[in-house]
């Protein structure tokens, strides 16, 4: 994101409880995420292959995504400050735009209400 000025928010669904906890608890610096997800039976693929119905806006066509997540949000990066690159925070600060309509997939989008009720958070 930081290098391209865009990314997919991917609104998780009941399919992908496993992966809150391991992908919240590591940084994309120190795990590689998509391995991760590919070890926890989750395999990327190509956001153009979510949606036949709503193909994703172009320039995002071969972004990798959950294949089962319930929605997805192309974004543009309006703002990137980088504070933790200056040590000073241990995040960086990305403010975002959506650059098209959602591609719902799924009704159920999980909340973080939800996540608590299961204690995953």
């Given at each position: 994101m930081k290098r391209e000025g865009k990314c997919v928010l991917q609104y998780m669904g009941?399919?992908?409880?496993?992966?809150i906890e391991p992908l919240g608890r590591n940084t994309g610096t120190s795990v590689d995420k998509g391995s991760l997800c590919a070890q926890l039976n989750h395999p990327l693929v190509p956001f153009?292959?979510?949606s036949a119905s709503s193909p994703p806006p172009p320039g995002y066509e071969a972004y990798t995504v959950l294949p089962n997540c319930a929605a997805y949000v192309p974004l543009e990066t309006l703002q990137y400050i980088p504070l933790a690159e200056k040590g000073e925070a241990d995040h960086d600060v990305v403010i975002l735009r959506p650059a098209a309509e959602p591609t719902m997939v799924?009704?159920?989008?999980m909340?973080?209400?939800e996540l608590r009720e299961l204690e995953i958070i």
């Open positions: 009941k399919d992908s409880y496993n992966l153009s292959s979510i799924h009704e159920h989008v909340t973080t209400g």
